[in-house]
């Protein structure tokens, strides 16, 4: 059973992967290694390892021996920072595939797209092609995409010839003859990254000596004196260790002292600057927490607890005051009030304490990007941030909304070094894999375009949709030509997206006719006699370079179905050079002085295979968590959905200030706010849901956070992990602790303490057992190698001595490390199949499965375990997206999200079961989450008692006296305030809030009662639910924005509000016959049910609308139910309660 993959083993130690049972780990494991291999010009694939030559010798035994050749001053090995940087490009023009029980290959990318890419980062650039006989890969190349000629003579030679010339052939130019001379090749390197005269030369440090790459990377947190390292509270001492040793952490990494020199000495000649010179200056805090004015705040909170004493006072009088003339319709009534009543007080209370937050940018500019002794050159200290845009169909989430996503990243203000983007494709498209090629291509033009002229917003379907004037606030003389030039690329790069699906499909029905065409003339090469039978050749589907797409075909085929295909990554876009690349006045636009430098993009598609549970998008993203942690490491991760984009390109700066501000360390995520295009004015289905996000949301910040709701959080890597929150102990220190103490423990340093999991653990100070991380984990040891490095780049700046937990100033500002094939092969091998089992990704670790809404589960976690999260609104919307403007959809939407909440109340993620680092108040919100679908019971009920009082001429009380009049007066005015008080803090508007309460009645009485059943069917039968993946496509009328709005689809979910509105229509028409023939009419009863018919008419009014379409036209359908429904219900009434003179249905009607 046990099988292990192979994986590349070139400059670092990989660990070594396995699905293996118990048997097979005692085995010795077996060498990791890759396979890169090429598709030449005549359709052969050429592999770069000897043991799997496929060549016209490979029949020849080799015997593997190794040559030592003295070093001579013509025979020097490359320098590694320049064989680092080829690899890397090498590295990045390849498609790493592999998997479960097989080899991973990287297949070197001749051609990624149809069209010429020309930008140097981007995989498949335009190039010189190597000149060795035989050899037709592309040469070697600098950031620029200038080809690098190691010999004078400037023959053009790829990166493997190179090698092996240098290697095998003694170092000698296949060209000229002549011995290559290294230090050429490292000046033409060094004069390709720095073409400005005026850039500052570094002085040079001494190489690390020895070690793998990991080592390197975690060499910021070791020390070789280890005595130096603790300060007096045994806590880690960077600034001790910096100024009492002779180590440093590199240039620019923390204090630089004033004459340069290293580790100098406190005396005549190394006057080093001490902490005490940056501690004296003033400390600026960068962000601020705004509190709700006191004439706004208190009124409010008063006016909350008057409620609660009158809806107490009112339901003990309701349950005193029984009526006997109808006591099963009290008694209804009575349960639905006092769940009514049960379900406001956990709605409200939440909201006692509502708050906002502002941030200061430009403290985080001087903080980290502004030139300090710790760092000369004012490079960017910022930590990295990693980018998620999860995508699975592309036929319900168009490429073209996904690729302006990504191109709304890639222009994202902020440093370029530190940004990476990677895409999930969880689908395994093609159509998705070249529209992100296609994406990356056009970057190029759209992101210098983008910070020349500092264009809001960057994506370019919304910047070029914008109603208002474009040249506006822009001062540059070149912009109208820009602009234009640039619209028409844009408009030709749509062009590209929208053919894709065609071109890919004509494309590889040609290359099945020719293989097809081969086959059969081979057949009948072998077979000259015989009848040539028809071949049969699974039709595959062919990527622009003419090899087999190893994702999904479009004509399913073995090992290439949306659920059982290979793992894939390209990297797009290579990581950028660490100083800045200035473009040049030639070409398409003027970017002399413009930073042409584009982010890490990657393409990810995790493997899939029958047999495996994958766990939807909350799989797709723990892989991505994965991939992201070994190529890249961010400290934080962003995450969107593929139709959310950037619209505030300051957006990522202003969360960075939360987690970069003292006390910001005990932050899991800074969640933004969802704002929606594309909505109708009168916004009828309350689609652009503001109660929520400005009001909850807003009213949760002032407790431990708001929930996570699925795109535009900006998480901590470390909390995602399932670690707990530093100084956990200082903050919680239980309700018993002052009864009943702990014994106290040994004092664990801070460093330490950072990376605990003592969530279910009795001592709070309790050591990580690392024998354990493994099983945590899973066995890669990249992986685990990179959580402490990810801990200590995402602490705030130790700029002041209030600043626990703090990093060095300037420690964040060394180069990104180069990309190998090591360790992308490493990323195949964790986003595997079979990489979680027996791990805790899923149940602690990651985003957390079993519900259909793992953001909120998730977002619960890591608030159980103690941490905090915050609320950023900021000025404009950070992020924008798209939401379904038809009445189905919204439904549809709806019940995904309650049935989610159905679950989390069956699990053990309900609030009841919360740990005690939980407030009460935020366990109480999170309660109110799973317990909101059960209001749909008796919120039905309710809204068919003034029916059922109507046709039964009764009410839910004896008699319309006073006393009820009074409080239901009271009850309605204190509602009204609380929403006016609301609608004062929060910002939004009156009609806002009426939608929202209209849908929430429309929602209640469809979709959260179908969640309801659909949770309880899961629990006790055990029958799992199925959700639709929500459109992000527009409708088929082009001319008409809203068009989806009057699209009428029918859905069994429409058949309860129809059932409430046709019979409460009815009962009013009963009611109003029956008063006005009665021998003494009861006017108070027909009052008291017409008034609350109406008031589940007013609610139920969007949805009636909804129904009728555009101009009227209503489907059949809807007639037909209704009409069934109605006649229904007459006929059962009149059988329950036949007019008086007779017993038969109908009375004395007879026919002729």
């Known amino acids: 059973?046990?099988?292990?993959?192979?994986?590349?083993?070139?400059?670092?130690?990989?660990?070594?992967?396995?699905?293996?049972?118990?048997?097979?780990?005692?085995?010795?494991?077996?060498?990791?290694?890759?396979?890169?291999?090429?598709?030449?010009?005549?359709?052969?694939?050429?592999?770069?390892?000897?043991?799997?030559?496929?060549?016209?010798?490979?029949?020849?035994?080799?015997?593997?021996?190794?040559?030592?050749?003295?070093?001579?001053?013509?025979?020097?090995?490359?320098?590694?920072?320049?064989?680092?940087?080829?690899?890397?490009?090498?590295?990045?023009?390849?498609?790493?595939?592999?998997?479960?029980?097989?080899v991973t290959r990287a297949h070197l990318m001749e051609k990624v797209i149809e069209s010429e890419t020309n930008h140097p980062q981007m995989a498949g650039t335009k190039g010189s092609s190597c000149a060795i006989p035989g050899c037709d890969v592309k040469v070697m190349s600098d950031e620029r995409g200038q080809d690098l000629l190691p010999c004078e003579c400037d023959f053009k030679i790829c990166r493997d010839c190179f090698v092996d010339a240098v290697k095998t052939g003694g170092g000698i130019c296949p060209g000229c003859k002549e011995p290559y001379r290294n230090t050429d090749l490292t000046d033409l390197a060094d004069n390709s990254n720095n073409n400005k005269g005026h850039q500052q030369q570094r002085p040079m440090l001494p190489p690390p000596a020895g070690g793998s790459k990991m080592e390197r990377r975690l060499s910021l947190m070791k020390s070789t004196k280890s005595g130096l390292m603790r300060s007096q509270t045994g806590d880690f001492d960077h600034n001790r260790w910096l100024f009492e040793t002779s180590g440093t952490y590199g240039y620019g990494n923390a204090f630089w002292t004033k004459?340069?020199?290293?580790?100098?000495?406190?005396?005549?000649?190394?006057?080093?600057?001490?902490?005490?010179?940056?501690?004296?200056?003033?400390?600026?805090?960068?962000?601020?927490?705004?509190?709700?004015?006191?004439?706004?705040?208190?009124?409010?909170?008063?006016?909350?607890?008057?409620?609660?004493?009158?809806?107490?006072?009112?339901?003990?009088?309701?349950?005193?005051?029984?009526?006997?003339?109808?006591?099963?319709?009290?008694?209804?009534?009575?349960?639905?009030?006092?769940?009514?009543?049960?379900?406001?007080?956990?709605?409200?209370?939440?909201?006692?304490?509502?708050?906002?937050?502002?941030?200061d940018l430009n403290v985080l500019k001087e903080k980290f990007e502004t030139p300090t002794p710790s760092n000369p050159t004012g490079k960017s200290d910022l930590p990295g941030l990693d980018m998620f845009v999860s995508t699975a169909d592309p036929e319900k989430e168009p490429p073209l909304v996904t690729s302006n996503t990504i191109l709304s990243i890639l222009a994202a203000n902020y440093p370029v070094e530190k940004l990476a983007c990677y895409v999930s494709d969880d689908g395994g498209a093609l159509l998705t894999f070249e529209a992100m090629a296609e994406a990356a291509s056009f970057a190029n033009i759209w992101v210098p375009f983008c910070r020349k002229h500092d264009i809001e917003p960057r994506n370019p379907d919304s910047y070029f949709s914008l109603k208002r004037d474009p040249y506006k606030n822009k001062v540059k003389a070149d912009f109208v030509k820009d602009r234009r030039r640039v619209k028409r690329e844009y408009d030709e790069f749509k062009v590209r997206i929208n053919s894709l699906p065609d071109s890919i499909r004509r494309r590889s029905d040609a290359y099945h006719a020719r293989e097809e065409i081969k086959a059969m003339k081979l057949q009948r090469q072998n077979r000259d006699d015989e009848p040539v039978e028809t071949?049969?050749?699974?039709?595959?589907?062919?990527?622009?370079?003419?090899?087999?797409?190893?994702?999904?075909?479009?004509?399913?085929?073995?090992?290439?179905?949306?659920?059982?295909?290979?793992?894939?990554?390209?990297?797009?876009?290579?990581?950028?050079?660490?100083?800045?690349?200035?473009?040049?006045?030639?070409?398409?636009?003027?970017?002399?002085?413009?930073?042409?430098?584009?982010?890490?993009?990657?393409?990810?598609?995790?493997?899939?295979?029958?047999?495996?549970?994958?766990?939807?998008?909350?799989?797709?993203?723990?892989?991505?968590?994965?991939?992201?942690?070994?190529?890249?490491?961010?400290?934080?991760?962003?995450?969107?959905?593929?139709?959310?984009?950037?619209?505030?390109?300051?957006?990522?700066?202003?969360?960075?200030?939360?987690?970069?501000?003292?006390?910001?360390?005990?932050?899991?995520?800074?969640?933004?706010?969802?704002?929606?295009?594309?909505?109708?004015?009168?916004?009828?289905?309350?689609?652009?849901?503001?109660?929520?996000?400005?009001?909850?949301?807003?009213?949760?910040?002032?407790?431990?956070?708001?929930?996570?709701?699925?795109?535009?959080?900006?998480?901590?890597?470390?909390?995602?992990?399932?670690?707990?929150?530093?100084?956990?102990?200082?903050?919680?220190?239980?309700?018993?602790?002052?009864?009943?103490?702990?014994?106290?423990?040994?004092?664990?340093?801070?460093?330490?303490?950072?990376?605990?999991?003592?969530?279910d653990s009795d001592d709070e100070n309790e050591e990580m057992n690392l024998?354990?991380?493994?099983?945590?984990?899973?066995?890669?040891?990249?992986?685990?190698?990179?959580?402490?490095?990810?801990?200590?780049?995402?602490?705030?700046?130790?700029?002041?001595?209030?600043?626990?937990?703090?990093?060095?100033?300037?420690?964040?500002?060394?180069?990104?490390?180069?990309?190998?094939?090591?360790?992308?092969?490493?990323?195949?091998?964790?986003?595997?199949?079979?990489y979680e089992d027996k791990t805790e990704w899923g149940t602690r670790i990651g985003w957390i499965y079993g519900s259909v809404t793992e953001d909120v589960v998730t977002g619960y976690r890591m608030h159980n375990r103690g941490w905090k999260s915050v609320y950023c609104v900021t000025k404009r919307d950070a992020f924008r997206g798209t939401a379904p403007i038809n009445l189905t959809d919204r439904l549809h939407q709806v019940l995904r999200w309650a049935t989610g909440s159905v679950e989390i109340f069956f699990s053990k993620n309900n609030a009841f079961l919360a740990s005690p680092r939980m407030k009460i108040l935020q366990r109480i919100a999170y309660l109110n989450v799973g317990i909101y679908p059960f209001t749909s019971i008796f919120l039905i009920v309710y809204c068919f008692l003034p029916a059922l009082s109507l046709f039964s001429g009764q009410f839910i009380v004896q008699t319309l006296n006073v006393t009820f009049l009074v409080y239901l007066l009271i009850i309605s005015i204190t509602l009204c305030l609380l929403a006016l008080l609301e609608i004062k803090w929060s910002g939004i508007s009156l009609e806002e809030w009426w939608r929202n309460e209209q849908f929430w009645l429309i929602g209640g009485t469809s979709a959260h009662l179908a969640a309801v059943i659909q949770g309880l069917l899961k629990v006790v039968a055990g029958i799992e639910i199925s959700f639709t993946l929500t459109s992000k496509s527009g409708g088929d009328d082009v001319d008409d924005e809203f068009a989806d709005l009057y699209i009428v689809k029918w859905t069994s979910l429409m058949i309860p509000p129809i059932t409430i509105m046709m019979v409460n229509l009815i009962a009013i028409a009963v009611g109003?016959?029956?008063?006005?023939?009665?021998?003494?009419?009861?006017?108070?009863?027909?009052?008291?049910?017409?008034?609350?018919?109406?008031?589940?008419?007013?609610?139920?009014?969007?949805?009636?609308?909804?129904?009728?379409?555009?101009?009227?036209?209503?489907?059949?359908?809807?007639?037909?139910?209704?009409?069934?429904?109605?006649?229904?219900?007459?006929?059962?009434?009149?059988?329950?309660?036949?007019?008086?003179?007779?017993?038969?249905?109908?009375?004395s009607f007879t026919f002729p």
Not at 13 to 32: F, K, M
Not at 561 to 575: E, F, N
Not at 795 to 819: F, M, S, W
Request: charged share 20%; aromatic share 10%; net charge positive.
């Open 1 to 102: 059973m046990a099988s292990n993959n192979h994986f590349t083993n070139s400059r670092s130690n990989l660990s070594t992967n396995s699905d293996a049972a118990e048997a097979g780990r005692n085995q010795q494991p077996v060498p990791p290694s890759v396979t890169f291999a090429r598709r030449t010009s005549s359709g052969r694939y050429v592999n770069y390892s000897r043991d799997d030559l496929d060549s016209e010798i490979g029949s020849v035994d080799f015997q593997n021996y190794l040559v030592h050749i003295p070093q001579t001053p013509d025979n020097q090995p490359m320098d590694p920072s320049i064989s680092q940087k080829v690899e890397e490009q090498y590295v990045s023009s390849s498609l790493f595939t592999g998997g479960f029980n097989s």
């Open 259 to 359: 004459d340069g020199n290293f580790g100098g000495e406190k005396d005549g000649n190394g006057h080093g600057m001490g902490p005490q010179d940056l501690m004296s200056r003033p400390w600026r805090p960068l962000t601020r927490k705004l509190q709700i004015p006191a004439a706004v705040i208190s009124p409010y909170r008063l006016l909350i607890f008057i409620r609660i004493v009158v809806l107490a006072l009112f339901l003990m009088w309701r349950i005193q005051h029984k009526n006997q003339d109808a006591i099963w319709l009290w008694g209804m009534s009575v349960v639905c009030e006092l769940w009514f009543a049960f379900s406001w007080l956990l709605d409200q209370l939440p909201k006692l304490n509502p708050i906002n937050r502002a941030t």
């Open 535 to 759: 071949v049969k050749i699974p039709k595959a589907t062919w990527m622009a370079d003419g090899t087999h797409w190893p994702g999904t075909w479009i004509s399913p085929g073995p090992d290439h179905t949306r659920s059982d295909h290979a793992g894939i990554i390209q990297v797009m876009l290579k990581p950028p050079s660490d100083e800045p690349l200035h473009g040049v006045s030639e070409g398409f636009l003027d970017l002399t002085d413009v930073d042409i430098r584009l982010p890490l993009l990657v393409y990810v598609s995790r493997e899939k295979r029958p047999g495996y549970d994958h766990n939807k998008k909350a799989g797709a993203m723990n892989a991505l968590v994965r991939a992201s942690a070994i190529m890249s490491n961010g400290p934080f991760i962003l995450n969107l959905d593929c139709d959310h984009y950037i619209y505030n390109s300051q957006a990522l700066r202003e969360g960075m200030c939360f987690m970069m501000d003292r006390g910001g360390d005990r932050l899991c995520y800074v969640q933004f706010p969802q704002r929606f295009e594309g909505i109708d004015p009168s916004d009828r289905y309350a689609n652009h849901n503001t109660v929520f996000f400005d009001v909850n949301m807003r009213a949760l910040d002032g407790l431990m956070g708001p929930v996570y709701v699925g795109t535009g959080c900006l998480f901590r890597r470390i909390a995602l992990y399932g670690f707990d929150p530093p100084r956990a102990k200082e903050h919680h220190p239980g309700c018993c602790s002052c009864c009943f103490p702990r014994k106290k423990k040994k004092k664990v340093p801070e460093e330490n303490r950072s990376l605990r999991m003592g969530g």
């Open 771 to 834: 024998s354990l991380v493994p099983k945590k984990f899973g066995n890669s040891t990249f992986l685990i190698d990179s959580i402490p490095v990810a801990e200590f780049q995402g602490r705030p700046l130790a700029d002041h001595p209030a600043v626990q937990n703090g990093r060095p100033p300037g420690a964040l500002t060394i180069p990104r490390e180069l990309l190998d094939a090591s360790t992308v092969a490493e990323a195949i091998a964790v986003i595997s199949c079979w």
């Open 1072 to 1147: 109003f016959s029956r008063t006005i023939y009665s021998v003494i009419p009861q006017w108070s009863k027909l009052i008291g049910g017409v008034f609350f018919s109406f008031w589940v008419l007013a609610h139920l009014y969007p949805f009636a609308k909804g129904l009728m379409g555009r101009r009227g036209r209503t489907p059949t359908i809807v007639y037909v139910w209704s009409g069934l429904v109605a006649i229904t219900i007459s006929l059962l009434w009149v059988a329950i309660n036949p007019p008086a003179g007779t017993t038969e249905i109908g009375g």
